[in-house]
T-cell receptor, first 115, second 115 residues
Framework: DTAVSQTPKYLVTQMGNDKSIKCEQN?????MYWYKQDSKKFLKIMFS???????INETVPNRFSPKSPDKAHLNLHINSLELGDSAVYFC??????????????FGSGTRLTVV | AQSVAQPEDQVNVAEGNPLTVKCTYS??????LFWYVQYPNRGLQFLLK??????LVKGSYGFEAEFNKSQTSFHLKKPSALVSDSALYFC?????????????FGQGTTLQVKP
């Protein structure tokens, strides 16, 4: 059983389109995150949710909108895609907002290519 | 500003030799420190963490890391490298104050182990 699963794994789309990436965790964790990994492999947090409540919104353009229907799911919707949005997007979860004891569990990533 | 630095983009080591991947940090409070490994086209996998206690922590796959508070460092080590250790390694820190669950990642170090 995959602990944190993301779909799709690959996404190629044209500029200006709207797309969504889905994330689900079956670990019973309370907190979920979206991270962006750019072409230089740098990882930067975008959002975090704790029990469906937004905790972190890290100066991400308004075109990005996370949605958490329940604590096991955190989806990422992106409007009006731009070339600079091309990256690998990772979903992660942690047992609680205090990651200190257990750290994160990551999904395998979604490689988004905007053409 | 809170940050994590991995000063080497790449570390090359021969199989069987000891390896060190360096990490230094600058955060408020008493940090929680982590190492993750990323294999090609995969998500990040947890290797080890330091929360408190013994400065030398042991983790998965024979890796260990030493916390040095005075030097604000958390270098990753392994006594004898394997070719299969070749991957991208990330140091991460959770600041000790203002707990939001956020992890700050270093820029990553590619480890290349040659036979």
């Amino acid at each position: 059983d995959t602990a944190v699963s993301q779909t799709p794994k690959y996404l190629v789309t044209q500029m200006g389109n709207d797309k969504s990436i889905k994330c689900e965790q079956n670990l019973g964790h309370d907190t979920m995150y979206w991270y962006k990994q750019d072409s230089k492999k740098f990882l930067k947090i975008m959002f975090s949710y704790n029990n469906k409540e937004l905790i972190i919104n890290e100066t991400v353009p308004n075109r990005f909108s996370p949605k958490s229907p329940d604590k096991a799911h955190l989806n990422l919707h992106i409007n009006s895609l731009e070339l600079g949005d091309s990256a690998v997007y990772f979903c992660a979860s942690s047992q609680s907002i205090g990651t200190g004891l257990y750290g994160y569990t990551f999904g395998s990533g979604t490689r988004l290519t905007v053409v | 500003a809170q940050s994590v630095a991995q000063p080497e983009d790449q570390v090359n080591v021969a199989e069987g030799n000891p390896l060190t991947v360096k990490c230094t940090y600058s955060v408020s409070g008493n940090p929680y420190l982590f190492w993750y490994v990323q294999y090609p086209n995969r998500g990040l996998q947890f290797l080890l963490k330091y929360i408190t206690g013994d400065n030398l922590v042991k983790g998965s796959y024979g890796f260990e890391a030493e916390f040095n508070k005075s030097q604000t460092s958390f270098h990753l080590k392994k006594p004898s490298a394997l070719v299969s250790d070749s991957a991208l390694y990330f140091c991460a820190v959770r600041p000790g104050s203002g707990n939001t669950g956020k992890l700050i990642f270093g820029q990553g170090t590619t480890l290349q182990v040659k036979p």
